[in-house]
């Protein structure tokens, strides 16, 4: 009996689990990437040290607009399906409160073994092509389903898995590709916006913090409607905000931004305490130092620049407590795409069948990875994601 042929379409994270998964099924697989080698978006994860994926699952770690679709996608190919995969190629793990890296602290050691059980699983890779149409059933006059035409060449498939990512990252060839490919294959698009990105404010008084860095909570508002919290370092620009608690935040303001909505980012810059006992710590210390300015009181307690920033207009104490705990920063738009980790929006998760992945519309072609509407949070969620969908997509699409 002659081997399934699967044609993989991005050579990513879940382009290579995916082919992995199919190759391991029995099936002849082709890979095609149009960079000169895989996983370039690997080698960037966790600043070169790839948070494989976080012990914490739960739904609110992932957003799409079928939320539910999400969370059944993601059992389907669990946390302990993904650890016993990379033990099995030879990735042991370390754990830092629930963030999951490579014993090696390396992403290129990812990488590398990906490709490397690749090969040995007989995956055809075939870097430096880029796909420029996907010709199914019977729009093409051959024996195969599929009909994948790239700049050079054309590979016949019996099923195509879609894994071409989104337009994120400066990396090349995040050039949203796939999103056309989808497009012209008549699946429907939430419209991809940039995710764990930092975000712009409107002020003009940016230039005077640019650089500090500050644990505290951002609280993002719809009007008056606090839509999202999040605690952590924020770190304060010449443009606005970003940290890991605003990149959290990002994929909302994202969307509301592009809904018309007026947003605000909330800054409380000492969560553990309320007005009260800021005021009253204030207070403190000017009994204890009558010699000291009110702008000396905050000394000790915040980097200059910021001190100074919060000193604007010149507050009494009552007021500069409020500024502490409740400091309006006005968002006018996300920073671009390639400064964004991920993609917010994608091929919509009704066009998919949740158990296969295989598209409801056209049989034997299957969705992974950044490509669905689908995103994480930081800590690992995003390659969680890819893992789960390219394991589920390479192992339907190799079943006879």
């Given at each position: 009996m002659e081997k399934k042929q699967i044609c993989v379409v991005g050579g990513g994270a879940s382009g290579m689990m995916a082919a992995i998964m199919a190759a391991r099924g029995g099936a002849a697989v082709t890979l095609l990437e149009h960079?000169?080698?895989?996983?370039?978006?690997?080698?960037?994860?966790?600043?070169?040290r790839c948070n494989l994926t976080n012990r914490v699952q739960t739904p609110g770690c992932y957003h799409s607009s079928e939320p539910n679709t999400a969370w059944e996608i993601l059992q389907q190919f669990s946390l302990s399906d993904t650890l016993e995969f990379f033990e099995e190629i030879g990735i042991s793990v370390k754990e830092r409160d629930g963030y999951l890296y490579p014993a090696s602290m390396?992403?290129?050691?990812?990488?590398?073994?990906?490709?490397?059980?690749?090969?040995?699983?007989?995956?055809?890779?075939?870097?430096?092509?880029?796909v420029k149409e996907i010709l199914p059933g019977k729009k093409i006059a051959s024996q195969f389903p599929?009909?994948?035409?790239?700049?050079?060449?054309?590979?016949?498939?019996?099923?195509?898995?879609?894994?071409?990512?989104?337009?994120?990252?400066?990396?090349?060839?995040?050039?949203?590709?796939?999103?056309?490919?989808t497009e012209e294959l008549g699946l429907s698009l939430v419209e991809p916006l940039p995710a764990l990105v930092p975000l712009i404010g409107k002020e003009k008084y940016f230039s005077k913090w640019a650089g500090v860095r500050v644990e505290g909570r951002i609280s993002l508002l719809k009007g008056t409607e606090v839509v999202d919290t999040q605690e952590g370092e924020l770190q304060l620009t010449d443009y606005g905000i970003s940290g890991i608690p605003v990149f959290q935040c990002s994929a909302l303001a994202a969307r509301l931004l592009k809904e018309g909505q007026k947003l605000t980012a909330m800054l409380d810059f000492l969560p553990a305490c309320t007005i009260e006992e800021i005021r009253q710590l204030l207070g403190k210390r000017r009994e204890q130092c009558p010699y000291k300015s009110t702008a000396a009181l905050l000394?000790?307690?915040?980097?200059?620049?910021?001190?100074?920033?919060?000193?604007?207009?010149?507050?009494?104490l009552f007021a500069l407590a409020e500024k502490i705990k409740e400091f309006p920063v006005k968002i006018k738009k996300t920073k671009g795409f390639e400064t964004a980790q991920v993609c917010t929006g994608g091929v919509s998760l009704s066009e998919v069948n949740p158990r296969t992945l295989e598209c409801k519309r056209i049989p034997g072609l299957y969705l992974a990875g950044e490509l669905l509407d689908t995103d994480g949070i930081c800590g690992g969620y995003n390659l969680q994601w890819a893992w789960t969908t390219g394991a589920c997509a390479g192992k339907e699409a190799a079943k006879c």
């Amino acid at each position: 009996m002659e081997k399934k042929q699967i044609c993989v379409v991005g050579g990513g994270a879940s382009g290579m689990m995916a082919a992995i998964m199919a190759a391991r099924g029995g099936a002849a697989v082709t890979l095609l990437e149009h960079n000169e080698k895989t996983g370039r978006k690997i080698l960037a994860t966790g600043n070169g040290r790839c948070n494989l994926t976080n012990r914490v699952q739960t739904p609110g770690c992932y957003h799409s607009s079928e939320p539910n679709t999400a969370w059944e996608i993601l059992q389907q190919f669990s946390l302990s399906d993904t650890l016993e995969f990379f033990e099995e190629i030879g990735i042991s793990v370390k754990e830092r409160d629930g963030y999951l890296y490579p014993a090696s602290m390396q992403a290129a050691s990812v990488q590398e073994l990906l490709e490397m059980e690749a090969r040995y699983r007989k995956v055809k890779i075939k870097c430096r092509e880029h796909v420029k149409e996907i010709l199914p059933g019977k729009k093409i006059a051959s024996q195969f389903p599929f009909l994948v035409k790239t700049e050079t060449w054309q590979y016949e498939a019996d099923a195509v898995i879609l894994a071409c990512g989104s337009c994120a990252s400066r990396i090349d060839g995040a050039d949203g590709s796939g999103y056309v490919l989808t497009e012209e294959l008549g699946l429907s698009l939430v419209e991809p916006l940039p995710a764990l990105v930092p975000l712009i404010g409107k002020e003009k008084y940016f230039s005077k913090w640019a650089g500090v860095r500050v644990e505290g909570r951002i609280s993002l508002l719809k009007g008056t409607e606090v839509v999202d919290t999040q605690e952590g370092e924020l770190q304060l620009t010449d443009y606005g905000i970003s940290g890991i608690p605003v990149f959290q935040c990002s994929a909302l303001a994202a969307r509301l931004l592009k809904e018309g909505q007026k947003l605000t980012a909330m800054l409380d810059f000492l969560p553990a305490c309320t007005i009260e006992e800021i005021r009253q710590l204030l207070g403190k210390r000017r009994e204890q130092c009558p010699y000291k300015s009110t702008a000396a009181l905050l000394t000790g307690l915040f980097p200059e620049k910021l001190c100074q920033v919060l000193m604007e207009g010149k507050p009494d104490l009552f007021a500069l407590a409020e500024k502490i705990k409740e400091f309006p920063v006005k968002i006018k738009k996300t920073k671009g795409f390639e400064t964004a980790q991920v993609c917010t929006g994608g091929v919509s998760l009704s066009e998919v069948n949740p158990r296969t992945l295989e598209c409801k519309r056209i049989p034997g072609l299957y969705l992974a990875g950044e490509l669905l509407d689908t995103d994480g949070i930081c800590g690992g969620y995003n390659l969680q994601w890819a893992w789960t969908t390219g394991a589920c997509a390479g192992k339907e699409a190799a079943k006879c």
